[in-house]
């Protein structure tokens, strides 16, 4: 979709700060950045953008579904883009590093566990902590 596009369609205005931000989020489609992250990576190609303005977009853009935030144990906020598809997320102790992993038989599971007790599930979110093996 278009980067101008999808800002308005998420009922914000277009800004340079806005189509820089997402711009950046879409040719790194598998990463999780940080607000910190981000900013490096645009002050080295336009040093026009404050951390504080990326830490304002990226608020919009999670109120807006056009990214998510993720709390892992690295300490700090880590953004995508929002999904099309449903994934899951293993955070390496030891590196900090986020591996996105799909897997159908644990995603029917836990529909199978949430209808035996009376539920159907609206949201979640599976985060395995894990560390290499030695």
């Known amino acids: 979709m278009d980067k101008n596009k999808e800002i308005r369609s998420a009922g914000l205005k277009v800004t340079h700060a806005?189509?820089?931000?997402?711009?950046?989020?879409?040719?790194?489609?598998?990463?999780?950045?940080?607000?910190?992250?981000?900013?490096?990576?645009?002050?080295?190609?336009?040093?026009?953008?404050?951390?504080?303005?990326?830490?304002?977009?990226?608020?919009?853009?999670?109120?807006?579904?056009?990214?998510?935030?993720?709390?892992?144990?690295?300490?700090?906020?880590?953004?995508?883009?929002?999904?099309?598809?449903?994934h899951d997320h293993m955070v390496c102790l030891s590196t900090g590093m986020v591996i996105e992993f799909e897997d159908k038989l644990i995603e029917e599971r836990q529909k199978k566990m949430a209808a035996e007790k009376g539920y159907k599930i609206i949201d979640h979110s599976l985060i395995l902590y894990v560390e290499p093996i030695d």
């Open 18 to 86: 806005r189509r820089s931000v997402l711009k950046l989020l879409e040719t790194h489609p598998h990463s999780h950045l940080s607000a910190y992250d981000i900013h490096q990576q645009l002050f080295d190609k336009e040093k026009s953008i404050g951390i504080a303005t990326v830490y304002r977009v990226l608020n919009q853009f999670v109120e807006a579904g056009i990214c998510v935030r993720h709390n892992f144990e690295t300490g700090q906020s880590l953004y995508e883009l929002a999904p099309d598809v449903h």
